[in-house]
């Protein structure tokens, strides 16, 4: 049995930066997250923050056209992933994120409900959009991956909210 989703609630963008450290101080290789919520949610700005937490120094931006970016993130290797325009779920297989993810990269999966599960196991955030610049997130062991980490996971997210 999976433990209890977390949520936690962000007011402005330092609280997602927040967030998004909590979760970056415990990311290991070959990870998969996939960030769940409707346009403009904050979705890229998680990875955008993720990605700075970890100690990207190249921008981040969004891969909605070329799908998949990749980034040096500290000791990390993150592949960014955008499936807004994934036409059909054979495209899925073409990005080769099971050989990516399998070399030790991070999967970090814009619009991750369309991967329909193909990632096996994977830390699910869901961001909710409340409204000017609160948001919240509700983030899911999906899979038993975390389950180690779910604690300080837990601990983490309390100091960050
Ligand atoms: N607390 C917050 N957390 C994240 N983003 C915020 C927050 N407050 C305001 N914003 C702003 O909301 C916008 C979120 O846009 P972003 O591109 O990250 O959304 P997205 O979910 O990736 O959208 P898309 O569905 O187009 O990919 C950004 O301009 C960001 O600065
Ligand atoms: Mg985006």
């Known amino acids: 049995m999976s433990a209890d989703p977390i949520v936690v609630?962000?007011?402005?963008?330092?609280?997602?930066?927040?967030?998004?450290?909590?979760?970056?101080?415990?990311?290991?290789?070959?990870?998969?997250?996939?960030?769940?919520?409707?346009l403009g949610a904050g979705k890229t700005a998680f990875v955008q923050e993720l990605c700075a937490a970890l100690g990207a120094t190249?921008?981040?931006?969004?891969?909605?056209?070329?799908?998949?970016h990749h980034h040096s993130a500290g000791a990390l290797e993150v592949c960014h992933v955008d499936l807004y325009r994934l036409e059909r779920t054979g495209e899925l297989d073409d990005l080769g994120l099971d050989d990516l993810q399998d070399a030790g990269a991070v999967l970090v999966v814009e619009w991750g409900d369309l991967a329909?599960?193909?990632?096996g196991?994977?830390?699910?955030?869901?961001?909710?959009?409340?409204?000017?610049t609160a948001r919240r997130f509700e983030l899911t062991d999906e899979g038993g991956q975390w389950a180690s980490r779910w604690p300080a996971l837990g601990r983490a997210l309390a100091a960050a909210s």
């Open 121 to 132: 196991g994977a830390l699910s955030v869901a961001i909710e959009d409340l409204g000017g």
């Open 116 to 119: 329909g599960g193909a990632l």
């Open 9 to 38: 609630r962000a007011s402005d963008r330092a609280g997602t930066a927040a967030v998004a450290s909590a979760v970056a101080g415990l990311l290991r290789p070959r990870d998969a997250v996939l960030l769940v919520g409707g």
């Open 58 to 68: 190249e921008p981040v931006t969004s891969p909605t056209f070329n799908l998949v």
